[in-house]
């Protein structure tokens, strides 16, 4: 057994476990997490690790192992999952959704991350997401969220789009998607600051 992959014997086919011991502080997420979550049912080949440390890109069995770093406040809500009686550490659902959103090129692209969004959100815990979002600090990302929350109609409860609202500036606005990669003309939605630069009918679809 390859010294990295711990002193615990796994299964051949169990990638996911194989993949997380790579690094020391690594976990799965992104699309893959949100697969595990059963919150997408595309297939794919890529396995996402976060880690602090230097890793290259491996493959294990037929899936490309890829190494991703992210800022260190923005490395939490790490949960161990049993994944065919291994403990796999992973990111919990409600951040594995926010990551996504922030990085919807490691989720199948806008389309599929904020399906994924929609279909959490119906079941996830408000609290918990919002806290998660006013931890990240990320203004964009709260405003991306807000937009994406009441295109999907979905219930965003009124005190929690409240403290969304808080942490936004007058001068506080971003783009959907950058601009060089908007596929329609824009038109800007005044409450969260966006920059709708997509066909809105090409969100929410898996």
């Known amino acids: 057994i390859p010294p990295e992959w711990g002193a615990t014997p796994l299964g051949e086919s169990n ?7 790579l690094t020391a502080d690594g976990y799965i997420a992104f699309s893959t997490a949100a697969a595990h979550w059963g919150l997408t049912t595309q297939l794919r080949s890529v396995i996402w690790i976060v880690t602090r ?18 800022p260190a406040n923005a490395m939490f809500a790490i949960e161990r999952v049993d994944v065919y009686g291994y403990p796999v550490p992973m990111s919990d659902r409600e951040k594995t959704v926010l990551d996504c959103i ?8 806008l389309s599929e991350a904020s399906a994924i969004l929609a279909k959490a959100a119906r079941g996830w815990q408000w609290d918990k997401a919002i806290d998660y979002l006013e931890r ?25 789009r409240a403290r969304l609202h808080k942490r936004l500036k007058p001068s506080s606005r ?33």
């Open 53 to 70: 440390t230097h890793a290259r890109n491996r493959r294990i069995n037929d899936s490309q192992v890829c190494f991703v770093r992210l």
């Open 15 to 21: 990638t996911l476990a194989r993949a997380s011991q």
């Open 136 to 160: 990240l600090g990320n203004i964009a990302l709260i405003q991306k969220v807000g937009y994406l929350c009441d295109a999907a109609h979905l219930a965003l409860p009124d005190p929690l």
């Open 174 to 206: 971003t783009y959907l998607v950058p601009r060089a990669r908007g596929t329609v003309a824009p038109r800007y939605d005044g409450e969260w600051g966006v920059v709708v630069n997509v066909d809105p009918g090409s969100l929410f679809k898996i």
């Open 102 to 109: 922030a990085y919807p090129g490691r989720a199948g692209g």
